[in-house]
């Protein structure tokens, strides 16, 4: 089982990175947590998914900023000092700019290559020493649909995501021999609170009903017209971090009810 694992999730202060910790803390596995956010509701957060955590695993928070390099190197080395051990890396901080490529702001492109794809590089960079010495690990990646295929107005986005699908490659490559392996999962619409926010917004903005948005707007390119359930990506993450997962390695495995089929 996972019981005893250590796990660092960054962008887990939120949405999936924050259902992701909470699942594999439920497994008794010790996670660093990591994100952005109200100081009160980030402690709040911690201690809840503490106490509700399996066989004593204990709950941690670093305040890395993903698009800080020398601040990544503090948290991979914050969660080998405090545990002894890095089992699971999850590569999950990111965030969106929609916009026309020529309109597209010069710091914002900087910034979600930066804390998308950079920071990727520079955890799995400092993580890997660590688990090679172990002689096991799992990386795992948050990249996208939109690592496998692209949408108008998102370039920095879909840029930085078949990046990260580009690196986990070539990572799982170089570790394919030593216990570690690394995989990109390619969620499609999941209902974080941002997705949550631009639906009530669209409602507004275009005058429809709620569930036309979710469905004509948010949903349009999802064959099966619902949104991606948290306890999806975790049935995935429990295989890849398992022992059955110890083939499966250099993927990107869609869960995106069809999207990335059509
Ligand atoms: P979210 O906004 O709910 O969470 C993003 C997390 O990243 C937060 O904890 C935030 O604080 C953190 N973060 C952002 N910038 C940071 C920085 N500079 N340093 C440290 N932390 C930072 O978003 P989400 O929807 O849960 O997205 C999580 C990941 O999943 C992202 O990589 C996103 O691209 C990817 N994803 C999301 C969806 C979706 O539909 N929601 C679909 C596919 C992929």
Known sequence: GLQGQVAVVTGSTSGIGQGLAQALAGQGVSVVLNGFGDPAKIEADRAAMESSAAGGARVLYHGADMSKPAEIADLIAFAHREFGRLDILINNAGLQHVAPVDEFPDEKWDLLIAVILSSTFHAT?????????????RIINLASA???VASPFKSAYVAAKHGVVGFTKSTALELARSGVTVNAICPGYVKTPLVEMQIGDQAKARGIPVERVVEDVILA????KAFVEYEHLAGLLFYLVSDMGASTTGTALPVDGGWTAA
């Open 221 to 224: 390119a999802q064959p099966n």
């Open 146 to 148: 939109h690592g496998l």
């Open 125 to 137: 960079k400092h993580a890997v020493p660590i688990m090679k010495a172990q002689g096991r690990g």
